[in-house]
Structures are given as C-alpha cells and as structure tokens.
C-alpha cells in the first residue's frame, strides 16, 4: 500500500454496449491510478479465452462453465480498444477517503495475485459489474448493499429478453440457454 494514499485515484469505468452478443450488455472496469509511482492501470473482470473455439466455447456457457479472469491494462489501450469497436467510455472518479482507498487498494492488489484471477463467471451474481459492486462496497463498509435492497417483479429472463428484443434470434438463442436459469 502506498505511503501517502491522498495521490491514489479511483475510477469507475463504463463502456457502452457493442455489437457482439458478449458485450451487448456494456462493460464496467475500474481505473486506479497513482500519482507517486506513476501507476496507472485499468482492472477489467471481462476477459475470457475462446482459444478452444466459438464451439466449445458456447458449449461451456450451455453447461454453466464461464471461467473469466481478471486482466490489468494500461488506460490508453483499454480506451482504444473500446473506440475502435464504437464504443463510448465514461470515466467517473470515485470519491473515497484515505482508509477507503486503502480496504479498495488492498482487495485489487489481492485480486492481481495470479491464484485469485480467474473467477467462474454467472451471468447474474458475478459478472465485471457485480466485482467492481462489491469492492466498492467493501471500501464503503457496505453503505452501497444498505443503499439498494428492493425487490422487482421481473425476474432475470424478463430483463434479457427486453434488452434483446430487437434482436429476435439472439433473444431466442438465449432463452434456450438459461433453461432452467
């Protein structure tokens, strides 16, 4: 943990939704960035290996099988990568006190260690949003959970099918897929 936590910086990064099916929902990262060391790195629960196939990969998302991983990346190339598919970024500051930078500092920092990378994914309960949730959360002494306790009656299928209804065979697709979910 750095000495002086008043030139460490947090960001709440949102990216805008993209064409294909996996980031039709948008993105959300976290930006840290120090002024003392010069740090600056984006931390992005969103990253998955299709290097077995679009096939097996799909297959594994039928069966409940997302394993994702967390990748840290330089601000410029995470930004670039979301402008060259069309997607805005927004960056909001995150306004925390010093013993809040650092429970967030240290839950990042435990995170980066390569035995806690990867994470099983769930669409609903553990996603890029839910992690970055959480740690906040965990920095605010759980002010955000007391903040957000309603219930709906909609239930997770009525929120997919209105986010893809304009897109009736990926709507479709998905249904399928949830089954029982």
């Given amino acids: ?8 910086h947090f960001y709440l990064i949102t990216v805008d939704v993209g064409e294909n099916v996996w980031d039709n929902f948008g993105h959300t990262a976290l930006r840290m960035y120090d002024e003392s060391s010069n740090t600056d790195l984006v931390f992005n629960w969103g990253v998955f290996d299709v290097s077995g196939g679009v096939v097996a990969f799909s297959y594994n998302f039928f069966k409940g099988i997302m394993n994702y991983r967390l990748a840290t990346s330089l601000p410029a190339r995470e930004f670039d ?3 060259a ?7 909001d500051r995150i306004n925390l ?3 809040q ?5 240290r839950r990042l920092m435990w995170n980066a260690e390569p ?3 990867e994470d099983e994914y769930q669409y609903f309960f553990d996603n890029c949003t839910t992690r970055v949730r ?8 759980g002010k955000l959970s007391e903040l957000f306790q309603a219930e709906t009656e909609e239930t997770y299928r009525d929120q997919v099918q209105s986010h893809y209804a304009s897109t ?8 399928i897929l949830m089954n029982g979910n």
Avoid: C, H
Avoid at 1 to 8: F, K, M, N, Y
Avoid at 101 to 105: M, S
């Fill in 168 to 175: 009736a065979i990926i709507a479709f697709s998905l249904d």
């Fill in 81 to 83: 990568m979301y402008r």
């Fill in 97 to 99: 006190t010093n013993p």
């Fill in 115 to 117: 035995e806690n990378l």
């Fill in 134 to 141: 959480d740690y906040l959360d965990e920095a605010l002494d």
């Fill in 85 to 91: 598919q069309g997607r805005t970024v927004w960056q």
């Fill in 101 to 105: 930078k650092e429970i967030l500092y």
């Fill in 1 to 8: 943990v750095p000495a002086d936590l008043s030139g460490v």
